[in-house]
């Protein structure tokens, strides 16, 4: 993404922003996050990340006739596919939903890198995360998040409103155990306990579990974000069909892309406890 077309990400935002506040009583502040604004992931053909492209062609066909808005594929921090609908695009403003919950933990997770204490036991507050950074939420979320992975500008509304597409980046840092592009977000070790706490079950109500390797991590209008570390794999779904199951859609979205992986292990398939991809992923 070009600085311009950063600019008209954020410009956009903040409209989303205005109109949200004319309809509110009282209404919510908007907060400028500061991002990275660099371009979105590079793209890559499908089979060269060993993905069959016919897989990621059905897996957009059932997100089309699910009403979705965008689906989004990444793998090895390359986008493999990349569809928008409904007048939407990369730029389209998203609320983070139940996101803002990974967010939060992720900032934690940045904390303890920078050696500042904080409690540790459950997603802290915005408020323990300001005293602990000694700085505002916003700034020390640009800093350690939203600028490292090369986010647009966005607002805090009150919860985080960002580009529907930078969302995959907060996928490939989880995916990668806390790494984006080289930079060490969070401790290694860390993602695993977040995914525990945030991922919800496809059929399971009594908690998490992965659903062949891949974890579910729903947010705001029925999208959803599925990440699959032991593949290095990202699928970004947003938009809701109405009166749809969406946990049935995005599993089903899911199965498609998974089919597709030539070098999938079987342990992925059998109970999510795959290998070290460096092992079955070609240069990784």
Request: glycine content about 8%; aromatic content about 4%.
């Amino acid at each position: 993404m070009t600085r311009r077309a950063s600019g008209r990400v954020a410009a956009t935002i903040v409209a989303l922003v205005l109109g949200a506040c004319a309809r509110h009583e009282p209404p919510p502040v908007g907060i400028p996050v500061a991002g990275g604004n660099m371009p979105a992931l590079p793209p890559l053909a499908p089979q060269d990340a060993n993905i069959e492209s016919a897989a990621l062609e059905a897996a957009a066909i059932l997100a089309r006739n699910a009403a979705s808005d965008a689906l989004l594929i990444a793998r090895n921090g390359h986008l493999l596919l990349e569809r928008y609908w409904h007048d939407t695009d990369f730029a389209t403003p998203l609320a983070a939903g139940a996101w803002q919950g990974v967010i939060d933990d992720l900032l934690a997770g940045a904390l303890v890198n920078d050696r500042r204490p904080i409690d540790t036991a459950s997603v802290p507050s915005r408020e323990a995360i300001e005293q602990a950074a000694g700085t505002s939420f916003a700034a020390y979320l640009s800093k350690r998040l939203w600028r490292p992975i090369g986010a647009a500008d966005a607002v805090l509304a009150p919860e985080l409103v960002a580009a529907q597409g930078d969302w995959i980046r907060i996928g490939e840092t989880l995916a990668n155990d806390g790494v984006y592009q080289g930079e060490q977000i969070v401790p290694p070790g860390w993602v695993q306990p977040l995914l525990l706490r945030h991922a919800v079950a496809e059929d399971d109500a009594s908690g998490a579990a992965p659903h062949r390797g891949a974890w579910r991590l729903p947010g705001a209008n029925g999208a959803c974000l599925w990440v699959v570390p032991a593949l290095r794999l990202v699928v970004l779904r947003t938009g809701a069909q109405a009166g749809g199951d969406e946990a049935s859609i995005d599993a089903t979205i899911l199965d498609a892309v998974m089919r597709g992986a030539i070098d999938r292990p079987r342990a992925v398939e059998a109970d999510g406890d795959a290998p070290d991809p460096s092992i079955f992923v070609p240069a990784h």
